[in-house]
């Protein structure tokens, strides 16, 4: 069945370093999720890529989807502590249903 | 505040037992679904329901079962519990069935099973 890898699978970072969370599906995707769930919350829904090589950015966030819709890139710029939590990607291949990574656990030195 | 409703927060039970989570989905979304979180694990999917019909399983025990009523809310039965069923499980909710729109989840239910 369908999987969607992502890794790795913690980051720790110093605050203001670059971190990059990667997701690699077995099957083409249609469309790619991303969300974010901090300590102790549920998953937040951060942003949807739906075409081929699309980059989309929110402020410090940068996301990419491969070129050949297996792939996609979530990278933040000069982490802040507020950015502590576990980051997923979710994609659907040709099944009806929506995959989730494990995840990658960020935790931010202040 | 996602709009998405679940309770009960927290439920301790024994091996053996039978539990009900319930889910009421945000205002508008027709769609319910189902995951389940272990430590460290990702988030397992379970079942999808859209507008009181199942829509799509995932990897979801013959012991677990649920249901979408008319009022769309959702529960989730889990029954003969094991010790290896301790786990969060989320309940998530959108407006269409196709898996284009996000999903919003709750602030899910965790259960311990002793």
């Known amino acids: 069945g369908q999987q969607v890898m992502q890794i790795p699978q913690y980051q720790h970072v110093q605050e203001g370093e670059d971190f990059t969370t990667y997701c690699n599906s077995s099957?083409?995707?249609?469309?790619i999720q991303w969300y974010k769930q901090r300590p102790g919350g549920h998953p937040v829904f951060l942003i949807q890529?739906?075409?081929?090589?699309e980059v989309k950015k929110q402020k410090r966030l940068t996301f990419q989807f491969g070129e050949a819709k297996k792939n996609s890139s979530l990278h933040i710029t000069a982490t802040q502590t507020t950015d502590v939590g576990t980051y997923f990607c979710?994609?659907?291949?040709?099944?009806?249903?929506?995959?989730f990574g494990k995840g990658t656990k960020l935790t931010v030195n202040p | 505040d996602s709009g998405v409703t679940q309770t009960p927060k927290h439920l301790i039970t024994a091996t053996g037992q039978r539990v009900t989570l319930r889910c009421s989905p945000r205002?508008?979304?027709?769609?319910v679904y189902w995951y389940q979180q272990s430590l460290d694990q990702g988030l397992q999917f379970l079942i999808q329901?859209?507008?009181?019909?199942?829509?799509a399983k995932g990897n979801i025990l013959e012991r677990f079962s649920a249901q979408q009523f008319p009022d769309l809310h959702s529960e989730l039965n889990l029954s003969s519990l094991e010790l290896g069923d301790s786990a969060l499980y989320f309940c998530?909710?959108?407006?269409?069935?196709?898996?284009?729109?996000?999903?919003?989840f709750g602030n899910g239910t965790r259960l311990t099973v002793t």
């Open positions: 979710a994609g659907k291949g040709g099944s009806e249903k929506l995959v």
């Open positions: 998530a909710s959108s407006v269409g069935s196709g898996l284009r729109s996000p999903l919003h």
């Open positions: 099957t083409t995707l249609s469309n």
């Open positions: 890529l739906v075409k081929s090589g």
């Open positions: 329901y859209y507008n009181g019909e199942e829509r």
């Open positions: 205002s508008g979304d027709l769609s």
